[in-house]
């Protein structure tokens, strides 16, 4: 399927900074408010900031299959109410009130410079409400390297692994907006396998480097998705940082999987990139041995090229990259999680989020937590101001961006970030 929302030979009558991750080609969608004003639907292009509440009240959003009052609503849910068909019907709208041979916005002064806001002063929030999270673990050098070093390098691999995408249920109250600081967690702990456990703050807090995708409406309760309509019911993706606390981790987790040592903040990034933006970027999945059952099954390219990295502030510092990784080292498709996730009838809302799972490359400089990167804290990394880093410490931000680029062409999220203060000891 072409889009011709996709065309790199478009340009728009608003500047776009070279190497921005958002030319006309991406038309992302999110929630931002400014001057205290309520929350509302936007888009980005360049440096602005696009109020599409602004748009729909010119009259110029009508026609798609979208309420006006979609366009006045603090989260995107309402305006996903008409499924793909409709959010792809108004990127195409967007993009050609954007481009540059399109007067209605461009010369119309006092609209646009109501609609169009500098994206500094802008505040963005949450793109969605979120309804259900779900995690997967679907990068197997990930799987690879945990099960190596939580349980034995000759079986690193459980036996459900290969056969179906696994995952878990985790906590959608907690999620927060890029710049949202996050407090370092307490919990129960055991340092030493033959004493009591301890409380107090985790001594290994760490980022999970995943990207996570939002659903439109699934099916009634008891239906599934196949994998041929999984992407039907994909809105976008955002870069999602599942913090997690290794040492609460290792002592909850059996037999039932991660609890508190995942659940007290997850980070995402503002700008949810819509599927038919990343279209240009798809690429083949994995060969997948042993085969998957038939309901796993995939025709054409479900995985995706998309640059990623993680950098660490520290308080007062410089950036440091400390790893670079890319979504197409995932083993299962999105197409596959959801068909996965719905075999047994299971339905999923407009809004829910589905983590990828920590997204570990082949080389030890691309693996996507602290964890793996320090091989548990045995291997320190060094930053650029001097100091070692097993975990994160207070102070820190963590910085996760991602992006693609093909024929000149680079569609990006923008960044999440989150910095980490002392645990609250109350
Ligand atoms: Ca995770």
């Known amino acids: 399927m072409t889009f011709p929302a996709n065309d790199p030979a478009l340009r728009s009558w608003v500047p776009v900074p070279a190497g921005s991750d958002f030319p006309i080609q991406n038309i992302p969608f999110g929630i931002g408010s400014w001057n205290g004003e309520p929350p509302v639907p936007v888009t980005r292009i360049g440096d602005r900031v696009v109020d599409l509440s602004i748009l729909a009240e010119a009259g110029l959003l009508d026609g798609l299959g979208i309420d006006r009052e979609a366009f006045n609503a603090p989260h995107l849910n309402d305006l996903m109410r008409g499924g793909k068909s409709a959010v792809r019907a108004l990127r195409q709208r967007l993009s050609e009130l954007l481009q540059a041979d399109t007067p209605t916005l461009r010369d119309n002064n006092d609209l646009r410079e109501e609609a169009l806001l500098a994206a500094d002063q802008v505040v963005m929030h949450l793109p969605v409400t979120v309804g259900d999270y779900t995690d997967f673990y679907s990068s197997r050098q990930h799987a690879y390297n945990v099960g190596v070093m939580f349980r034995d390098p000759k079986n690193a691999l459980l036996p459900n692994w290969l056969p179906l995408p696994v995952g878990y249920h985790g906590r959608a109250s907690s999620i927060v907006p890029s710049g949202t600081p996050v407090h370092r967690p307490q919990g129960q702990t055991r340092p030493d396998p033959n004493a009591p456990p301890v409380f107090g703050p985790t001594k290994q807090l760490d980022f999970e480097l995943e990207v996570a995708f939002i659903t439109f409406d699934g099916k009634p309760l008891g239906q599934r998705i196949s994998t041929a309509e999984a992407e039907d019911h994909i809105f976008g993706l955002v870069l999602f940082n599942d913090w997690s606390a290794r040492d609460i981790q290792s002592w909850e987790y059996v037999p039932l999987g991660p609890f508190l040592a995942k659940n007290f903040a997850s980070s995402i990034?503002?700008?949810?990139?819509?599927?038919?933006?990343?279209?240009?970027?798809?690429?083949?999945?994995?060969?997948?041995?042993?085969?998957?059952?038939?309901?796993?099954?995939?025709?054409?390219?479900?995985?995706?090229?998309?640059?990623?990295?993680?950098?660490?502030?520290?308080?007062?510092?410089?950036?440091?990259?400390?790893?670079?990784?890319?979504?197409?080292?995932?083993?299962?498709?999105?197409?596959?999680?959801?068909?996965?996730?719905?075999?047994?009838?299971?339905?999923?809302?407009?809004?829910?989020?589905?983590?990828?799972?920590?997204?570990?490359?082949?080389?030890?400089?691309?693996?996507?937590?602290?964890?793996?990167?320090?091989?548990?804290?045995?291997?320190?990394?060094?930053?650029?101001?001097?100091?070692?880093?097993?975990?994160?410490?207070?102070?820190?931000?963590?910085?996760?961006?991602?992006?693609?680029?093909?024929?000149?062409?680079?569609?990006?999220?923008?960044?999440?970030?989150?910095?980490?203060?002392?645990a609250i000891r109350s």
């Open 269 to 422: 990034s503002p700008w949810v990139v819509t599927l038919d933006a990343l279209d240009p970027f798809r690429i083949p999945g994995p060969v997948q041995d042993p085969e998957v059952l038939p309901y796993l099954r995939t025709t054409g390219a479900h995985g995706f090229d998309i640059a990623l990295e993680v950098a660490i502030l520290p308080e007062g510092g410089a950036e440091t990259t400390v790893c670079r990784s890319n979504f197409r080292h995932m083993y299962w498709s999105m197409a596959q999680q959801l068909a996965h996730h719905t075999v047994n009838g299971c339905n999923v809302r407009r809004g829910d989020m589905m983590a990828s799972g920590t997204i570990s490359g082949d080389t030890p400089d691309s693996y996507g937590s602290m964890l793996e990167l320090t091989w548990r804290g045995t291997k320190p990394l060094t930053l650029a101001d001097g100091t070692e880093r097993k975990f994160i410490h207070d102070g820190d931000t963590v910085i996760m961006r991602g992006h693609c680029e093909k024929n000149g062409v680079r569609i990006g999220f923008g960044e999440v970030s989150g910095r980490v203060l002392p």
